[in-house]
């Protein structure tokens, strides 16, 4: 049975990390899946929870910094400028590993990848449970990542042992993964922390992250399956704002299935069935991504067209989810 619990009456979700159990807790970004890192066994139920693929490694989540020698080899000096820039922050970085990490934390790498989140209620479960959490988004494999507690409940409930509702995530989609265990530094999945934010701080990192289909990226092996999809059939329509109205408002035409849109800069669809507005910048559209996928399924939607502007900065992460939810059906307008 899953017990819920709110975010200030963390005492018995912390007791049950530590005791190898499961716990739900929100973060800035999405909510997490929680288990102590460091034991096999709760590891193995975070994969059985989700129907995640074992190859696929997870983050271990901490609330300082003193016992980071225990899991990471070394922390070059410019993977420490970061730290000190954008910890706590939704900045996941890749290290070379200890031994004391199980390999089905990090699907046999011999990297592991370690976040500081932001967030308090993640911060005092951590702290209190006093042990390393691993943690991936707390969807089932595949689907949207949670970013409110109702969506987390639809996938979890009888899961796993808790769920802590925090309400809301300020971020909405997953942190910046950053590979900082080669001289290069890369991104290997981008996020609200961006390549010209790490670039202040460092020049081993040259460039941004480039979303292209096909390319294989092995380093990041979660990368390769299907993710973030809706049970609708979702299509990215990309170009500036008149040309995307024009050709979805030819679409809604003749249409013969309920067509949802996700309108960015409030523009308007009278035509279709259920529209959501993702707001005036990508910043916004982060925040309001996840949750108006699942919504548009919620309102029994068969086809959604998300209107999409390229953009750089946080519009290179917002573009990355889409065209992985849309399975890259990409119409260039
Ligand atoms: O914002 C987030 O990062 C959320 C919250 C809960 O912290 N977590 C999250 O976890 O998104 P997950 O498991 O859904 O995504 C982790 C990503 C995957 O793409 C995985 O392949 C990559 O990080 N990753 C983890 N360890 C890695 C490693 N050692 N080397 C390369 N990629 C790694
Ligand atoms: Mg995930």
Redesign the pocket.
Known sequence: MTKIVKSDNLDEAAQCLKCGGTVIFP?E????LGADALNEDAVKKIYAAKGRPSD????V?IADTDNLLKIVKTVPPDAQKLIDAFWPG?L?M?FK?CDAVPRIV??N?D???V?F?SNKTAQNLIKKSGVFVA????NLSGSP?PTVFKHVCDDMMGRVDFIIDGGECSVGI??T?L?VSQEEFKI??P?YVTFDDIRKYTDRIKSDYVDIKGVKTP?????KYTHYSPKADVFVVMGKEGGCKKYIDSVLENKNKRIGVLSYKNTKYENADYVIDAGDDMKNYAYVLYEALREFDENGIDVIYAQLEDESGIGVAVKNRIFKSAGYKIIKV
């Open positions: 973060t970004t999405v909510y997490g696929n490694p997870l983050i989540h939704p996941t890749i590993k990090t699907a790498l990297t592991v990848a976040r989140p943690a991936p988004s707390a990542s997953e942190s993964v590979d290997l999945r996020g380093k990041c092996p979660g990368m």
